[in-house]
């Protein structure tokens, strides 16, 4: 028999968020991981708000909502309000009951800046590792390093004089201009947009554009990553982003860290090696003097897996920039792109670990 194409809207719904959710859905795994990390985080939830007041987006939601973006590459809060009206499985990761109304898009980015302001995301991101570590998947001397390109969220027309002498903006909303000829550097000129960015090229077969380094730090087991940095885009920052980020490893003990010719320089090795880690780092022996490693470091088989192993980080940029939105965040400033990378990443080793954590044995 035929059934009938009516439709029959009903009052009441007696069937729970979590039933709808299938039990093998990835983000069951997902979300019992970031609840455990939230969990960790309360007591700098409770520095964060005031007792007294009205009550604001509740910053576990926040969160999980902020990690819904990257998993989903959902490109604005705007779009992911939307989502969140319609859509039954991201209201049950983020918390919210069927009926709950969902917030401004405006309101939900004031609330995400609270966050940015006491350095959340970074809390979340090493609450996140330590669970990595309870689970032994970190690997406590073998470390990989690199640094990516980031685009800032700001135009070449946006590029303007710091002296105010060149011409003032024409009118409307995509106004003329007439850059042919005239040299541009960070030194000359600065972007209105957002003036942190710097005009940085790959190499000399690449144009120069608005923008900022991202670096990882990885381990070399499964490919995780333990630290994370954005910096301002020039030839140095990768180098000094990776000491910072080896000073900060937990521990005293000897170590090894992978890296690509760029590293290949006196100072970094000189540098690695006062913070006891030896330099894996690929031999770039085209420059001038040579490469600052020889034989005493690449005779040994880990120095080969060393150089194998730093690939996996290719895999973190590649999922951070197609599927997390980090290629060209559609913020401004560098603390809401470090902000941005952290919850990245975090996202990245949450996928990671729950792949890990449920492959069959």
């Known amino acids: 028999m035929r059934g009938a194409d009516t439709r029959q809207d009903t009052l009441f719904s007696y069937v729970k968020l979590e039933n709808r959710i299938p039990e093998n859905h990835p983000l069951r795994s997902i979300r019992e991981m970031v609840d455990r990390a939230l969990l960790r985080m309360d007591r700098q939830f409770e520095n964060l708000y005031a007792e007294g007041g009205r009550p604001s987006i509740a910053p576990e939601r926040l969160l999980r909502g902020l990690l819904l973006q990257v998993l989903y590459t959902v490109r604005s809060e705007r779009l992911l309000m939307e989502q969140l009206d319609y859509n039954l499985l991201f209201r049950w990761f983020v918390g919210l009951s069927a009926d709950e109304p969902v917030w401004d898009h405006s309101t939900?980015?004031?609330n995400r800046d609270r966050l940015l302001e006491a350095d959340i995301a970074r809390e979340l991101f090493a609450a996140v590792i330590e669970q990595a570590r309870e689970a032994q998947l970190l690997s406590d001397e073998h470390f990989s390093v690199d640094g990516t390109l980031i685009d800032a969220w700001a135009s070449q027309k946006?590029?303007?004089?710091r002296d105010g002498s060149d011409e003032p903006p024409g009118p409307g909303r995509n106004p003329e201009r007439n850059f042919h000829g005239e040299r541009r550097t960070n030194e000359t000129h600065v972007s209105s947009s957002d003036p942190q960015s710097l005009l940085y090229r790959k190499s000399n077969n690449h144009p120069a554009k608005l923008s900022y380094l991202g670096h990882a730090l990885m381990e070399n087991r499964?490919?995780?990553?333990?630290?994370?940095?954005?910096?301002?885009?020039h030839g140095?920052?990768?180098?000094?982003?990776?000491?910072?980020?080896?000073?900060r490893l937990p521990g005293e003990r000897t170590r090894t860290v992978g890296g690509d010719k760029l590293y290949d320089t006196r100072g970094f090795v000189q540098a690695a090696r006062e913070l006891g880690v030896t330099p894996h780092v690929a031999q770039n022996t085209g420059r001038r003097g040579g490469s600052a490693i020889?034989?005493?470091?690449?005779?040994?088989?880990?120095?080969?897996?060393?150089?194998?192993?730093?690939?996996l980080v290719e895999e973190v940029f590649g999922w951070s920039k197609d599927i997390g939105l980090l290629r060209r965040p559609k913020l401004r400033g560098r603390a809401k792109i470090e902000f941005a990378a952290l919850l990245t990443f975090t996202g990245y080793n949450l996928v990671r670990m729950r792949n890990l954590l449920e492959a069959p044995s």
């Open 294 to 311: 020889d034989a005493r470091t690449t005779r040994h088989a880990g120095y080969a897996i060393s150089q194998r192993a730093r690939k």
């Open 222 to 233: 499964h490919g995780l990553v333990v630290d994370a940095e954005v910096t301002d885009a």
């Open 108 to 110: 939900f980015s004031k």
């Open 158 to 161: 946006s590029l303007r004089r």
């Open 236 to 247: 140095r920052a990768e180098r000094e982003a990776a000491v910072q980020m080896l000073e």
